[in-house]
């Protein structure tokens, strides 16, 4: 068998080496070098090109279209930085109300310690297969989380044991998610209902959610950026169906839009669009209508 053969590694530049490859090899308008320079000191080479896929020439993807410069990739990503920053109090907002749901009707209907018994989710083989790894999760965030006081407090004055409303603080927003996809349906749906929705919708709200706020909380792009786990939308969404993050922010209304944090959101995306013209929040699957929509539905 033949050995596979790879390209070399890219060879390390300076920033002034990284600034004249992006005018002379990519087109792409830098300015004065030394702003170049430090731009390219506060967000490495490699993010900000991502900004300006978009921006390429269609016979040439190698090259920027006339007129794009280094200033506009770094406006795409200082507008990116904050539609970030403006979602992530959404999501913390969802995240932390399901803890607070799900942990109450697993204690009120199994007991304060009844969801570490596996009889008490759903018997297929799937779902038993996610108590046994979400439980471990739990196990190694006990042992990693050991400096907390109250996980200190529960080793010490009861023997390890967490109740549901403890246990669910060192679950991550995909632990929740998991959480809920193994609850029974009376257990579904004793939660969906307290947000006025079927089980599924709920279902896929939660991994749609959680998929954006990794993004969000890891600094990853979301400008122009397909997202894969995407909510169910009721009919009269159905229009706004995109694998952008629109859907989810859309959705997240029905969790959130009557707290101030939802309208502080709305607000702060409208200060962005206003700050970055050279931002397309179409790209992100924003409809012309967006701040409307999410005021009133």
């Known amino acids: 068998m033949s050995k596979k053969h790879y390209a070399p590694v890219k060879p390390a530049r300076s920033y002034e080496e990284q600034a004249r490859r992006l005018l002379e090899m990519h087109n792409l308008d830098i300015g004065d070098v030394a702003h170049a320079r430090r731009i390219l000191s506060t967000v490495n080479y490699y993010r900000l090109t991502t900004y300006g896929k978009h921006l390429r020439q269609p016979q040439n993807p190698e090259l920027f279209v006339d007129g794009v410069s280094l200033d506009t990739l770094y406006a795409l990503y200082r507008f990116d930085m904050g539609l970030r920053h403006a979602l992530l109090p959404v999501l ?51 042992r990693r989380q050991d400096a907390l006081p109250f996980v200190r407090h529960h080793k010490t004055k009861y023997g390890g044991h967490f109740p549901i409303w403890v246990a669910v603080e060192l679950f991550s927003f995909g632990m929740l998610a998991q959480l809920f996809d193994m609850m029974t349906d009376e257990d579904q749906w004793a939660v969906s209902g307290e947000y006025d929705m079927e089980p599924d919708m709920l279902a896929a709200l939660i991994h749609a959610a959680v998929e954006l706020r990794n993004i969000c909380a890891h600094y990853n792009r979301l400008y122009n950026q397909t997202i894969d786990d995407q909510p169910l939308l009721p009919p009269q969404y159905a229009a706004y169906e995109s694998d952008r993050a629109f859907p989810t922010v859309l959705m997240l209304r029905t969790v959130a839009g009557y707290h101030p944090v939802y309208t502080k959101m709305i607000d702060g995306i409208a200060r962005l669009a206003d700050e970055f013209p050279e931002a397309d929040l179409g790209l992100c699957g924003f409809p012309e209508d967006w701040a409307f929509l999410l005021r009133n539905g």
């Open 92 to 142: 913390e907002f969802f995240e932390v109300q399901l803890r607070a749901k799900l942990s109450y009707r697993l204690a009120m209907a199994h007991g304060s310690t009844g969801y570490t018994n596996a009889e008490n989710f759903r018997q297929d083989n799937q779902s038993q297969g996610i108590h046994k790894s979400l439980i471990n999760k739990f196990k190694i965030e006990v």
